[in-house]
């Protein structure tokens, strides 16, 4: 069974750092595009971060470019998202999500599995 679990979401005061987890299981992310993706009550699901360990490529949203870095440990099956700088309007549920296809991509159609969500709150 295929399963993406985020963890190391919380609440951060502006200017600080967190760095989420997504531990999956089922499959290997070395073999799949993986994304973070976030969303708020008041907006769409927004691509954050995509990462393809066959293509050796990254991409990053542009709100988050410079501040965010995404990367993977394929001995522990895990893609991490660290986050600095934070700002308020970084305050969202955080997905991490799987793609199977090669290229990295922000478009939240394009991924198939989802982990169920971290909350991320940057006060201010």
């Known amino acids: 069974e295929v399963q993406l679990v985020e963890s190391g979401g919380g609440l951060v005061q502006a200017g600080g750092s967190l760095r989420l987890s997504c531990a999956a299981s089922?499959?290997?992310?070395?073999?799949?595009?993986i994304g973070w993706f976030r969303q708020t009550p008041q907006k769409a699901r927004e691509g954050v971060a995509s990462?393809?360990?066959?293509?050796?490529?990254?991409i990053y949203g542009e709100s988050v470019e410079g501040r965010f870095t995404i990367s993977s440990d394929n001995a522990n099956n895990t893609v991490y998202l660290q986050m600095s700088d934070l700002k308020p309007e970084d305050t969202a549920v955080y997905y991490c999500?799987?793609?199977?296809?090669?290229?990295?991509?922000?478009?939240?159609?394009?991924?198939?599995?989802w982990g169920q969500g971290t909350q991320v709150t940057v006060s201010s």
């Open positions: 999500a799987a793609n199977p296809d090669a290229r990295v991509t922000l478009r939240v159609g394009a991924y198939i599995y």
């Open positions: 089922g499959f290997t992310v070395d073999n799949y595009v």
């Open positions: 990462i393809s360990n066959r293509g050796g490529m990254t």
